[in-house]
């Protein structure tokens, strides 16, 4: 049953987790996958040769599991959209193709520098849960033609407001430092506005949230913070270690 599952953080490999959780039980899965771009983690480095067949397996359970009003946000890379959108497609509802700015740090002489990362946005079915005004946003532009309905300051798919937590010495409100250091303890720490972001929109209180790459735990204590259920999967015990201690700064729901 879901219920033994629910907030906790479990240790294993995400694809043989996921297999054990029954269908249809979780309302959002928010996924922060590795890349395949050899990222150096402590437990080793982010390269497989089978990724494409890895990443397809794990996601076709991640929408086994999804509830019939479940969504399913993705984050990935701009080269990974050909490949990774029609496995997405092959099982959901596109909903939107979220751009979230993030200036990468390297960049090739052979193409232009990219400034954002994709957030891939799919339903389980067209009845997936939207909360559409969750948040708004001001605008100054002007709205040309005729509208039937009169501005509300809706989201757009362009997310430029949430900085990134870079791995360097860059300074970060939410970064986790090692002691005596300016090195983050997770090489790829989400921001905990783009988790707070997802379950606000697509998610209700009480809803279940999976993350099958939780890391250092942002996704957990967004969900404790706001009163949802979660459920995570993690390989390396080091990074469970390190999202146990921010969960037991947070009050329980």
């Not at 509830?67 to 990974?80: A, E, I, Q, V």
């Not at 990468?104 to 957030?119: N, T, V």
């Not at 339903?123 to 559409?132: A, H, L, S, V």
């Not at 697509?202 to 913070?225: M, N, Q």
Request: aromatic residues 12%.
């Amino acid at each position: 049953m879901i219920k033994d599952y629910l907030n906790q953080i479990i240790q294993g490999d995400c694809l043989e987790v996921l297999k054990q959780l029954p269908g249809e039980s979780v309302d959002l899965v928010f996924a922060d996958p590795p890349f395949n771009i050899g990222k150096k983690y402590s437990f080793g480095m982010d390269k497989k040769v089978n990724y494409r067949e890895w990443t397809e397996s794990w996601i076709v359970e991640c929408f086994r599991i999804l509830k019939k009003t479940g969504s399913f946000y993705l984050m990935t890379l701009p080269r990974h959209l050909d490949w990774k959108m029609p496995i997405m497609a092959s099982k959901g509802i596109f909903i939107n193709l979220i751009a979230w700015r993030n200036v990468s740090a390297s960049h090739s002489k052979r193409c232009f520098w990219g400034e954002y990362q994709p957030i891939m946005l799919y339903g389980k079915t067209d009845q997936y849960k939207f909360n559409t005004y969750a948040e708004t946003e001001e605008t100054n532009k002007r709205r040309w033609g005729v509208y039937s309905t009169e501005y509300r300051g809706q989201l757009k798919d362009r997310w430029g407001d949430i900085p990134f937590v870079y791995a360097g010495s860059i300074k970060h409100k939410e970064a986790i430092i090692e002691p005596g250091t300016n090195r983050k303890k997770h090489p790829c720490q989400m921001p905990e506005g783009l988790a707070l972001r997802a379950i606000k929109f697509s998610t209700d209180i009480t809803d279940i949230i999976l993350d099958p790459f939780i890391g250092s735990g942002t996704t957990s204590k967004v969900c404790r913070e706001n009163n949802r259920n979660f459920i995570g999967i993690e390989l390396n015990p080091e990074y469970i270690e390190i999202a146990k201690k921010r969960l037991a700064s947070v009050k329980s729901m």
